[in-house]
């Protein structure tokens, strides 16, 4: 059986829309900001730490996801594109030994208005399996639950009012 979500029609793509009662800077600003992203980053029970956050094209990010256990997974990349609000393109690719990395792939982050909020659809194309994809499916769905809250939280608040 297919997810809808995330059935794009090629096995190595990996493809979630989401809808978030948030406007588009805002959702922009929870990926680009590094104060804001580790706040929803990583699947549940993980705690993100921020290393770099250069959100501009040519910029490099890389940040560790600390597993409940205490296990730290290192992951970066490069930007590609960066188009506020709507547009973000980067490369991803985890630390898997001294100097080496897990094959790159390349996540697209599209945001447009919707009804008064944000519709986001996030891609991730280029896996080497679909074992990995799969990896990446879990968690990044946890990781977009995660955001959801986050987005609430920040939409409440007085600045966003």
Known sequence: MTNPETDT???RDLVFV???NAPCDLV???WTDPK???QWCGPHGFKAVGDRLEAWPGG???ACLIAPNGEEHWVGGKYLEVEPPHRLVFT??????TGETS???VVTITLKESDGGTEMTFRQSGFDSASSLKGH???WSQSLERLSFFLETESEGPDHA
């Open 103 to 105: 094959p790159e792939t």
């Open 36 to 38: 804001a992203l580790v």
């Open 60 to 62: 490099r990010h890389r």
């Open 92 to 97: 991803h690719a985890w630390e898997i030994g």
């Open 137 to 139: 499916e879990d968690g």
């Open 9 to 11: 029609g090629n096995a």
């Open 28 to 30: 922009f600003r929870a």
């Open 18 to 20: 989401r809808r978030f």
